[in-house]
């Protein structure tokens, strides 16, 4: 007998996601399968997880060796794919140490007790975020703790946090003044909050603001890294490095992985005993991930997404100018581009679902593109067709 997996979902899962009314059966490459045998084209690639595509053959090969070798093993042995995936990641970014989490959230949870470490040294409390941040939705796990050598003197949920309304250099050196905020974290990209770029300008003048005060500059790559925006994280678009770098989402390979990068000149703020989690880092997903780094630098993926960044983009300003009243803006780096929808928003999803193409909306009317970076020209032309035709039929 079929089994009506959606019924199922309603009666044993918690209601917290808004469904799409398909069912996977299987996904490979750009696209995913349903229990129906509908095949649709994937263009947010697991909320921009799945970077080189559903089930790459690589990665497939790459998970069967490591799963051969030993799979979980606890933090007190070497775990040789996690130092060799963070040997990586330092080579290809900066000098620093890792401390490893198993998603975004607790990503920024590790780096909100390390702001803290730093903070008390140097006289400064709180972290200082843009309006319409996103970094994560764990409400401080540690409140929860109840034992004095875990909690030590951390803070949990009354830590200060300052807001930033815009890309504003004299209201952050006022805030840096004023407040004595510990930190500044920002996402060079805005994912949830709309799919908007932080300037070069501002990226590079926060840097000499958080040189000047002693503020830790942590940016928040958990969505643009990896090679999402045509570098391999997007803060190399600019002069700078930051002090602290947060990853997750395509890290693994697919796998639940995060963490974070501190710089070398503030690595000894975690002590043993600081922080730590069971499951990461997980040999498989730090197998995966390096495994995936090495495909998109050997394989020239960094160049083919900023060649597919112009091609989706004048291909979007045409359809624009046909449709003016339909398309606003069009923003975006790499392969995390936004359109924003002036009409009908609410059911684009649906409509482009019927059509076979799998989309996401954020912030409203924003249509966040997020494929996996093989997208190839064929793809975006289908998307942009289909785009047209819904267009058309109101
Ligand atoms: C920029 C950013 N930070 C943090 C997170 C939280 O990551 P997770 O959902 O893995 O906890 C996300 C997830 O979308 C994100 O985009």
Known sequence: MKRDWIALDQQYILPTYGRMPVVVEKAEGMYITDTDGNKYLDLFSGLA??????CHPQLLKELENQSHGFG?????????????????????????????????????????????????????????????????????????????????????LDISVYELEKEDLQQLEKLFKEKKPAALMFEPVFGSGGVQVISTEFIEGARVLC??????????EIQTGVGRTGELFAYQYTNITPDILLFAKGIGGGLPLGGMLVAEKIAHYFKPGDHGTTFAPSPIASALGRKTIEIILQEGIL?????????LKDKLKNLRQQYPKNIGDIRGKGMMIGVEILQNHEGLKDKFMKKNILVNLTSGNILRLIPA???????IDDFIDTFSEIITEG
Do not use: W
């Open 211 to 220: 040189d000047t005060y002693n503020v830790l500059l942590c940016i928040d």
């Open 72 to 156: 979980h093993i606890s933090n007190f042995f070497y775990n040789k794919p996690a130092i060799d995936l963070a040997e990586k990641l330092v080579e290809e970014t900066f000098v620093g140490k890792i401390f490893y989490a198993n998603s975004g959230a607790e990503s920024t949870e590790a780096a909100i007790k390390y702001v803290h470490k730093y903070g008390k040294e140097h006289d400064r409390e709180g972290i200082v975020v843009f309006k319409n941040s996103f970094h994560g939705r764990t409400l401080g796990a540690l409140k929860m703790t109840r034992m004095e050598k875990i909690q030590q003197d951390f803070p949990t």
């Open 303 to 311: 160049e083919k997404v900023q060649e597919m960044e112009k091609y």
């Open 373 to 379: 970076l093989i997208i190839e020209k064929q793809h």
């Open 49 to 54: 997880v799945n970077i080189l595509g559903h």
